[in-house]
């Protein structure tokens, strides 16, 4: 059964980094999208970044040129770089895998908190 355990996660201040990662187990299937969405309180999940497996990126407006995506297809792991994080970054970021059948599959999310 798959598993995604996601790690890296916790409390920054204003301007500063963290590196999230998750790694994906027990696959049966190919991965087509990798990728990372976040829910801050009383709003919806939104993208932030996703990697297909051809290499092409996408990121949320709100978080270019301040979040970098990346992934690694022999280990499936996706990583998310995020610098100059915000406080309106805070949130519970999830990572979701999407295989080539278009079947998603969710981690459990890890809370993101930026100080101002």
């Known amino acids: 059964q798959l598993q995604l355990v996601e790690s890296g996660g916790g409390l920054v201040q204003a301007g500063g980094s963290l590196r999230l990662s998750c790694a994906a187990s027990?696959?049966?299937?190919?991965?087509?999208?990798m990728g990372w969405y976040r829910q801050a309180p009383g709003k919806q999940r939104e993208l932030v970044a996703t990697t297909r497996r051809s290499g092409t990126t996408t990121y949320a407006d709100s978080v270019k040129g301040r979040f970098t995506i990346s992934r690694d297809n022999a280990k499936n792991t996706v990583h998310l770089q995020m610098n100059n994080l915000k406080p309106e970054d805070t949130a519970v970021y999830y990572c979701?895998?999407?295989?080539?059948?278009?079947?998603?599959?969710w981690g459990q999310g890890t809370q993101v908190t930026v100080s101002s």
């Open positions: 979701n895998v999407m295989s080539l059948l278009n079947v998603n599959y």
């Open positions: 027990g696959i049966q299937f190919s991965i087509n999208v």
